[in-house]
Each structure stands twice: as C-alpha cells, then as structure tokens.
C-alpha cells in the first residue's frame, strides 16, 4: 500500500481520535456547569444563602480557567518539540481522570472545608489538562486534511465538543428525574463517573495513531524549536491578538447559552430542571448539525466572513434571545436557543478550528494555539456565568445587563476577526508573513 492510501485510509480515524476528547473535555464541562447550577450549592457550600452559594460554585467553575494557559504552555512546548500523538494522550488522561474524581469527592457535611478545597483542585487539574487538549486534537486533524477540507477535519473537534454535550446533557438529565435527596446524595455523581467510557475509547483510538506529517516534516528540516512559544510571541503577536480577540463571543456565549441559561430558566423563570435540559439539548443538536455546515462554508469563502458574521448575529440577538425566554412558551424558548447556539456559537465555533491552525506557523502552532486559545478563555468563558449572574442579581433577575454583557462580547470578536488575517488557503508548512 503506498503512502498516500494508508494516509487516506487512516483519516477516518484520525477524525474520531480528535473528536472525542473534545467529546470528554465538554462532557466534563456541561456536567460540571449543570453541577454548580442545581447540586454544588447546596453540598459544598451550604451555610451560604442560595444566591451565595450558586455564584461560588459557579466561580469553582470558572476557576479551573485559571490553570488552562498553564496547560497549554507546559503541553504545548511538547507537542511543538516532541509531536503532537503523545501529548494528546497525555491530555486526555489528565482532564478525563480529574472528572472522575470529581464525583468521588465527599460532601461538606461530610469532610468540612476539604469539601470544596478538593472541588477547587480537582477543577484545576481539569483545566491544565484542558489547556492543551482541544488545540491539540484540532492541530492533529488539521495537519492532516486534505487541501481545501481543513475547515471540515477541524470541525470534528467541534462536533465532538457538541456530542458530549448531548451526552452530558442526557446522562443529567436522567439523573434529574431522581427524587432530591437521592440526587443530591448519589445521583449527581454517577455522570461524573461515566466519564471513564469516553477515556477507555479515547485511549484506544489514540494510541493507533501515527503522528502528524506536517510535524514529521519539521522534524526532518530540522527545525524544532528550543522554546517555540518565545519565537511565537516575538514573531506572530498578531496571531495571539486575533485568537484573544475571537475567543470573547464564541467562549463566553458558548457557556452563557446552553449552560448558564439552564439556571436562567430554573432559578429566574421556574422552569423544571428537565425542561431546561430539554431546551439545552434541543439546541446542541442544533450546532452539531451546523458546526460542519458553517466549517465547509468556510473552506469555501473563508474564515472571516463566516466568524464575524455570526458574531454579529450574537449582537443583534442579544435582548431578542431574552425576550423570547421570557415568554416561557416552550417552542419560542426552544427556537430561542437553537437560534443562538445553532447560527451564533456554531457559526463561530465550527470555522475557529482550521481558522487558529492557520494562525499559526508549523514550529509554534501547538503552542501558538493553545496558549493563546486558553488566555481567551480566562478573559471570556471563565468568568461569564459568574458575571451574568451578579448581572442578572443586580437588577433583580431582569436579564438586560446580561443581553449588554452578550453584545459587548460580540463587537470585540468581531473587531478582532475583522481586524485579521485570512487563512483559508494558506500553506500548513509556510511560516506566516507578517505583512497579512
């Protein structure tokens, strides 16, 4: 068999092994958000009042952010300097063994402060992990794809993100049809403990990979860098700027549609938790539909016009999205969701993966794209539920600081993107002009 069809025969598998650790990385992610939302308060924080209590927990969210940068260098120089396979196997192991252990973790009536102490490191050890993960899986697919299919490869870590979602989603929502005393005791851990299904199937996929021809390629130039994210940073600070800039609306309303909604409906407009559940994943079916679709749109008119427009379709839905959840008819707040996760986060989310590749040159792109990726995500996603709710308390659960906070978000990604390169037919190999 020549080189070139074992190349193709192995895509199909290469697709799969980067999508399902986004798969895990979001499971975690849904499960842990819905956890803060409905149970954390109540067991790790619980001589709080219940406005109290929620917003810490959804700060031990938020906190985990705080170690993704970290990640993403410490992974990152690796994967520049020894190869992307290993570090992805690195990675999933890390994020996918701290979910577990999340739900092993005794409540505070049980061990006092421990309690949430535990909940806080186990957090960050899902965000080191984390820091890497994501770009590495859409580095690998990417470096693989065939020219003009590189926003359909890297969109699999998208659909991954989306399928863990519904996963989560439908793990917790069985869960919730459980009597409280029996979901707040035992319930709310078993999606934590399913968690290991996804890095048993990780783990095999990965480790029959080969690694990444364009890194192979760099390898035989010769031209591994000694320290890759000091020669990104002085070489390509516009590529972190735009990567910074695009990460505001796709990350942050990526967490404030589907997850921080859920306390939206149940705490402010009560909605059941299954009800708000059913909304969320009604409307990541949505984006697991559209992400391929705005990805191939993509690999067709580019990068910029498909990521800015739905960031500005973000804007523009802001104070409608509220409008309609406030309705609290069911089929509004359904299509209210789809809208905004199926045609916003999607349309941003899909053709980001290729998009942050191709930011960057094949010496620095592990850690061009993680580091940059993940100090995003400290500025946006990681304080956003947080923030939305300390929002929607200061007007006394009416939600139009949030829609403004939501707008905010998507006028700088849409300056950002605006403001940068194209990418979509760009050498993998080619080392960015500057001049772009």
Same mark, same amino acid.
């Given at each position: 068999? &020549? ?137 690998? =697919? ?6 003009? $299919? ?11 993100? &989306? ?144 990521? =800015? ?53 094949? $010496?620095? $792109? ?26 929607? =308390? ?43």
């Amino acid at each position: 068999m &020549s080189t070139a069809t074992e190349r193709t025969s192995s895509l199909p598998r290469v697709a799969f092994a980067s999508g399902i650790g986004s798969a895990l990385e979001w499971y975690d992610f849904f499960i842990y958000g819905n956890a803060a939302a409905v149970a954390f308060n109540k067991l790790y924080f619980p001589n709080l009042d219940p406005a109290t209590g929620t917003l810490l927990a959804f700060a031990s969210f938020g906190i985990g952010f705080l170690a993704r940068p970290l990640g993403g260098l410490f992974f990152g120089h690796f994967g520049d300097r020894l190869g992307r396979k290993n570090v992805l196997i690195a990675t999933l192991l890390l994020v996918g063994g701290a979910t577990f252990l999340v739900g092993c973790i005794p409540s505070y009536a049980s061990i006092g402060v421990a309690a949430p102490l535990l909940l806080v490191a186990m957090r960050l050890v899902q965000g080191f992990g984390a820091g890497a993960e994501y770009g590495g899986a859409v580095i690998y =697919a990417v470096e693989h794809a065939p020219a003009g $299919r590189r926003g359909w490869f890297g969109s699999w870590s998208p659909m991954g993100v &989306s399928l863990g979602t519904l996963l989560a989603a439908a793990v917790f929502a069985a869960v919730s049809t459980l009597p409280e005393p029996e979901f707040l005791t035992w319930g709310w851990r078993v999606p934590f403990w399913l968690s290991a299904v996804l890095v048993l199937i990780g783990l095999y996929l990965r480790m029959r990979l080969s690694e990444s021809p364009v890194f192979e390629r760099v390898k035989q130039r010769r031209d591994v860098l000694r320290t890759p994210i000091k020669h990104a940073l002085k070489t390509q600070p516009r590529s972190f700027a735009v990567v910074i800039g695009a990460r505001f609306a796709e990350n942050g309303l990526g967490y404030l549609f589907p997850t921080w909604s859920i306390s939206y409906l149940a705490g402010t407009l009560g909605y059941s938790r299954t009800d708000a559940l059913l909304a969320v994943t009604i409307a990541t079916c949505a984006q697991l539909v559209m992400v391929p679709v705005w990805s191939m749109l993509s690999d067709r008119i580019g990068r910029r016009p498909v990521y =800015a427009g739905a960031a500005i379709f973000c804007a523009l839905f802001a104070f409608p999205y509220f409008l309609l959840l406030d309705t609290k008819s069911t089929p509004l707040v359904l299509l209210a969701m789809a809208a905004a996760v199926g045609i916003g986060v999607a349309g941003m989310f899909g053709p980001q993966a290729a998009y942050f590749a191709e930011l960057f040159g094949p $010496r620095v $792109r592990y850690s061009g794209f993680a580091v940059a990726r993940e100090l995003g995500s400290i500025l946006a996603g990681g304080p956003a539920p947080a923030v939305a709710s300390l929002l929607l =308390a200061a007007l006394g659960g009416a939600p139009w600081l949030v829609a403004g906070y939501m707008i905010v978000l998507a006028v700088i990604t849409s300056v950002a993107v605006l403001a940068g390169p194209e990418t979509y037919r760009t050498d993998m190999l080619a080392e960015p002009d500057p001049a772009r």
